[in-house]
């Protein structure tokens, strides 16, 4: 352990958060008919991946109608995803959370402009120092509604950004992850990760929207 956090205090990456040496050319099932999430007690679900989910759960979290972010695997090939395992790059699954949100309160439309605005929109494979495909960034839809929200966005985007890396995939199956992964940024303040990367991650993204904040309403 000791060992561990002084790798981490070098190299500023996750917990494990390295490059994948195998990596897939394509993890994209754009021919896939996504599955839609059924509500439950008035609150919906939505998926996405954007680089470590530690960092997302907590900015999610932060938003106003969002009641909890999960943190797990999404948008590979196989069962019952480790983080060991995907780790490596050759499930093709992506560190993603699952949003449990009130549709009354925000919108799906308004967790897609959270999720753009929240993450470095050129970058391939990874965000910030979290490289590899297991990082990459996903944005998944449960029906053509969704698919075509976030395809507008990304329409807009594309007038300001020469790149938008986001893969955009159809919901299949959402993986939770280990329970040591889940709150972690609450739980573990004082971690070097936590302080160094996903602090000012979420920062940033509070003085960009604060009008969408919980400590705000």
């Known amino acids: 352990m000791k060992y561990f956090i002084l790798w981490l205090l070098v190299s500023f990456t996750c917990f494990g958060c390295v490059e994948a040496q195998v ?11 996504p599955v839609e999430v059924a509500m439950e007690n008035g609150l919906a679900k939505a998926y996405f991946a954007s680089g470590c989910f530690w960092c997302v759960e907590a900015i999610y979290e932060s938003v106003y109608g969002v009641k909890k972010s999960i943190s797990g695997y999404a948008g590979g090939h196989t069962e019952n995803p480790t983080y060991e395992a995907s780790n490596t790059g050759r499930t093709g699954h992506a560190e993603a959370v699952e949003i449990i949100y009130n549709p009354e309160k925000v919108s799906f439309k308004t967790l897609v402009d959270v999720y753009f605005g929240s993450q470095n929109i050129e970058q391939v494979n990874g965000q910030g120092p979290d490289r590899g495909s297991q990082y990459r960034s996903i944005i998944f839809y449960q029906n053509e509604e969704q698919k075509q929200i976030i395809l507008n966005k990304i329409e807009d985007l594309q007038q300001t950004y020469s790149l938008v890396a986001a893969e955009v995939m159809p919901f299949e199956k959402f993986w939770i ?10 739980y573990h303040p004082n971690n070097p990760y ?3 990367v996903s602090n000012p991650r979420l920062m940033k993204f509070k003085e960009k929207f604060p009008e969408l904040l919980k400590e705000n309403k």
Request: avoid cysteine; hydrophobic fraction near 15%.
């Open 177 to 186: 992850a280990e329970d040591y992964h889940q709150d972690y940024k609450k």
């Open 23 to 33: 990596q897939q050319p394509n993890f994209k099932k754009q021919d896939v008919k």
């Open 194 to 196: 936590i302080q160094k």
